[in-house]
């Protein structure tokens, strides 16, 4: 028989037919693929809450409206719903406008590189045409949990902001949240019209005397604006604010100098305006700072006048080293004549300094202190050639409002000095001293506003890259239509700066009623810092605790609070002042247990059957319940949820015959799209022709520690902690190992005993509870007690030996973790390691097959080929009837076996 013969035979369709049969057999076999948030009872994939503007109501929703300059959360909800399978390399993507607009449309996608992506829409509504700004960080609440996110770095790219959370396993404990967090950005570039400049009325002054410069700035557009001073005499204490300080220089005959403002918008729009000052040589004319007194007679007698200053003349207490700067106006009197000077810094009679000089100009420096706000009155007394002169000046500490333009006073407050990603509140005054009615507008040329019409609005600082000082200003416009304004500046820093710097943490020890508060003072600022939180129901917060001094940086601090409500969400914040600065940190969210189930029970009914029933906890939303054989779960994510719901019983069905199963049952809590878990209750029972029952809860000596044993690959940059992982050779793994009490009372003595493979090398970073443990992890380590209701975690990292120390394909390592305690069972978990090393000499798809096992696919495949020769021989007769056979009919045949159409 020919090759044709071959080829055309029924035979060879019995040869295609083995080879593809043993194919199957050698190739992987794929569950279903993953899918994301397609089922009932999930979450909305993108909602949307106004951080700003957040208050009672306040819960995730799509749309929302929001302003400029408002602070707005994105929560991205992923669930992986096929259980049984993994969605590898999951990105979660916000693609956001890049055009300003009052309709902000952003897309939120769900990237997978073996799963179909799933898209939802969120809508921000604008009051004015804006951007959105996504901030660095994204907080991750992996496996259903509720607090104490994961920090993951945003990668953005100018049109859309995203995270890599990893792999994701199938089902519902592992489901969770990413919130992003971005601000409505002041993107206005600025109108046609120039801003409407006044650098104040001309004054008339003294040399070396100081004043006030009342220059206002507005623009038609309200663009943010920048402000520059240009003198050609005199100095100024800044160029770049709109009232700075003008000191006269010294003349030989009064002189006129010009003081121009130029104000700039963001349109790059500019006006000028000038101010004249006329500046007195101090042989002639009256002083400026008031009337004086003087001895003297008629014409022709001498006489003496004097003219005080003060620099400054205002600040905020406690302000020391107040300059006092007397000048003597004598006509009559001999150059060379001694003048005795007399300074008395609040006018009560007791001089703080008496000098003697032939200098009609005397600069009592450093001389005043003042430690309370108030205002003060200076006084001083020369004395001549027995004759006396007085003059005074004014000294106003505390809220200083800078001038008076059209009646209008206006403060911006105190210049700031904090660092990025830290929220502040501006301390705003204005005053009409005609009465009439005022609205407020604040601008800044960077970081934004919790609201631009209040006259102390919180700000909050952007990421800076290095230190950077913005610009707010402060508009104060009167029922008139006259406007005066005032601006401060804020340099905010970058987080390795040196301004305040807090965090607040997440809360410990959550019950029912009470929690413990946590805040870490990250940079003091140079100074002692006193902290305290503010908390509430909603985010506007209602309590403040008492403040705690002395902190300094790197240190922590928490505050336990009570009286609080069950199954609800409480926000609190860190807030600190270190005498220069008041910031706060950022708000976080927690929420309380709620009642416990009872009466869980599991029942062992018709084979194969167990049925459940319990009481629902009185504040709980649902309640949970997870099964397992062997033992209970040690939590939520420990083996199969079998039911989440609002019922008070489920029968566990197509279970095994002849087995234990342990159930453990959770209330659960919900709140502002949050959840909270309380304690739980166990119960097992047993499956078999006859019944056997067990009532809840059940917990004996040999349930009374709750061990898990976790791991990640540090070097594949992986998230995710796991019971199983898969890593490679050479590669650096972290451990996590988590103790909890069980049975209604705490663990003594606890003693920890690793065993870890042999393979594994190089243990370090070791901490218990997040705090650094110099000891090491040979032989028996001493965990002391962990209280009820607590859990100790110990973490380390280690590293996998080298290639040369396994075998191509996969390598099975096991490590174990053994915890015992006082008057208790012993616990014991082992953590499975998969190391693989692949062919390295050979390219394309082979080398990542496991030889061994193809090699015997290979083998099968030689015997089933050598079966179908012989049928070959056998049928040889046949083979004139396969060339007669049709074209058409083999090209029948090939369809019949491979679906072609």
């Known amino acids: 028989m020919n090759l044709i013969n071959v080829l055309n035979s029924k035979s060879l369709r019995v040869l295609a037919f083995s080879f593809f049969a043993v194919l199957a057999l050698a190739s992987p076999v794929y569950a279903a693929d993953p899918s994301f948030s397609a089922i009932s009872g999930d979450l909305e994939v993108l909602t949307l809450e106004n951080r700003t503007t957040a208050g009672a109501t306040a819960n995730w929703r799509d749309p929302i409206s929001a302003s400029a300059g408002d602070a707005v959360s994105f929560r991205f909800y992923y669930h992986n719903t096929v259980e049984g399978t993994t969605a590898n390399n999951v990105v979660l993507r916000i693609a956001y406008p890049t055009a300003a607009s009052t309709s902000l449309v952003s897309t939120g996608t769900i990237l997978s590189t073996n799963a179909s992506q799933v898209s939802d829409n969120a809508t921000i509504a604008v009051s ?102 240009n003198c050609n005499g005199g100095t100024l204490s800044s160029q770049t604010i709109l009232t700075p300080v003008y000191y006269a220089p010294s003349v030989n005959s009064d002189t006129t100098y010009t003081c121009t403002l130029t104000a700039t918008d963001s349109g790059n729009h500019s006006s000028t305006d000038t101010v004249n000052i006329i500046v007195r040589n101090s042989g002639g004319g009256s002083s400026s700072s008031g009337s004086s007194s003087s001895s003297g007679g008629g014409s022709g007698t001498p006489m003496v006048n004097v003219s005080v200053s003060v620099n400054p003349s205002y600040g905020s207490a406690p302000m020391n080293g107040v300059d006092v700067t007397a000048t003597v106006h004598a006509e009559g009197i001999s150059s060379y004549r001694n003048i005795i000077y007399r300074f008395d810094c609040e006018d009560n009679n007791s001089w703080e300094l008496k000098t003697e000089t032939t200098s009609r100009n005397y600069v009592a420096q450093d001389l005043c202190n003042y430690n309370s706000n108030g205002t003060y009155t200076v006084k001083v007394k020369v004395e001549v050639d027995g004759y006396e002169a007085y003059n005074q000046a004014t000294v106003i500490v505390g809220p200083y409002y800078y001038g008076s333009a059209y009646g209008i006073s206006v403060d911006a407050g105190a210049d ?114 006193s902290v305290r939180f503010n908390w509430g129901r909603y985010s506007t917060y209602s309590n403040s605790t008492a403040w705690i001094s002395g902190k300094t940086s790197g240190q922590t601090f928490n505050q336990y609070i009570s009286g609080l409500e069950k199954a609800k969400a409480y926000h609190y914040r860190v807030e600190a002042s270190n005498g220069k600065d008041i910031i706060v940190g950022q708000d976080v969210t927690f929420v309380t247990k709620p009642d416990s189930t009872t009466g869980f029970t599991a029942l062992g009914g018709d084979a194969n059957e167990i049925n459940l029933s319990w009481n629902p906890g009185a504040s709980s939303c649902y309640t949970m319940i997870t099964r397992k054989t062997g033992g209970y779960p040690a939590n939520s994510a420990d083996g199969t949820i079998v039911y989440y719901g609002t019922g008070s019983s489920f029968v566990d069905k197509n279970l095994s015959n002849g087995v234990w199963y342990y159930y453990r049952a959770w209330a659960v809590g919900c709140d502002e799209g949050l959840y909270s878990f309380a304690d739980s209750q166990y119960s097992k029972a047993y499956t078999g022709a006859r019944t056997i029952t067990y009532t809840a809860p059940i917990v004996t000596g040999e349930e009374a520690i709750a061990l898990e044993v976790l791991a990640r690959d540090v070097t594949q ?38 065993k870890l493979s042999d393979k594994i090398s190089s243990i370090s970073g070791i901490k218990f509870d997040d705090e650094a443990y110099s000891g090491t992890l040979d032989g028996d380590v001493n965990l002391g007690t962990i209280a009820l209701g607590e859990s100790k975690i110990v973490t380390f990292k280690g590293k996998i030996a080298g290639k040369s120390n396994f075998s191509y394909g996969s390598n099975e390592l096991e490590s174990s973790v053994e915890v015992s305690a006082k008057d208790v069972s012993s616990a014991s978990k082992t953590l499975n390691i998969t190391v693989s090393r692949m062919v390295e000499a050979e390219a394309g798809f082979i080398s990542f097959l496991d030889l061994r096992f193809y090699a015997g696919a290979l083998t099968i495949l030689f015997i089933l080929v050598c079966i179908a020769m012989m049928y070959l021989l056998i049928d040889r007769k046949r083979g004139k009837e396969c060339l007669t056979e049709k074209a058409g009919t083999a090209k029948v045949e090939k369809s019949k076996y491979f679906n072609i159409k």
């Open 128 to 229: 004015s045409s804006q951007t959105i700004t996504f901030e660095s960080t994204a907080y991750w609440y992996p496996n259903r949990t509720t607090s104490n996110p994961v920090n993951l770095t945003v990668t953005d790219n100018g049109s859309y902001a995203e995270v890599n959370i990893g792999d994701i396993v199938g089902g519902w404990p592992t489901q969770g949240n990413v919130v992003f967090r971005a601000n409505i950005s002041n993107t206005s570039s600025g109108g046609s019209e120039a801003p409407i400049v006044d650098a104040g009325s001309n004054r008339d002054i003294y040399e070396s005397q100081v004043i006030n410069l009342s220059g206002s700035a507005s623009d038609p557009q309200n663009d943010p604006m920048t402000y520059v001073w």
């Open 416 to 529: 700031k000095d904090v660092s990025e990603n830290q929220t502040i509140t501006l301390n705003g005054y204005a005053y009409s001293q005609y009465g009439y009615g005022m609205t407020y507008y604040w601008t800044c040329n960077g970081g934004s506003l919790s609201s631009s019409t209040t006259l102390s609005p919180t700000y909050y600082t952007p990421n800076v890259n290095y230190d950077t000082t913005y610009a707010c200003t402060l508009y104060v416009t009167d029922n008139r239509g006259y406007k005066n304004s005032d601006t401060i500046s804020i340099i905010v820093r970058n987080k390795n700066g040196s301004g305040l710097n807090v965090t607040t943490n997440f809360a410990e020890n959550v019950t029912g009623s009470t929690a413990t508060l946590k805040g870490t003072v990250n940079n003091d600022g140079g100074q002692y810092a």
């Open 717 to 754: 940059n992986e998230i995710a902690w796991q019971n199983a992982i898969t890593v490679s050779p050479d590669d650096e793994i972290e451990f996590k190992v988590i103790v909890t009490p069980l049975g209604g009372k705490s663990l003594e003595d606890v003693i920890l005993k690793s």
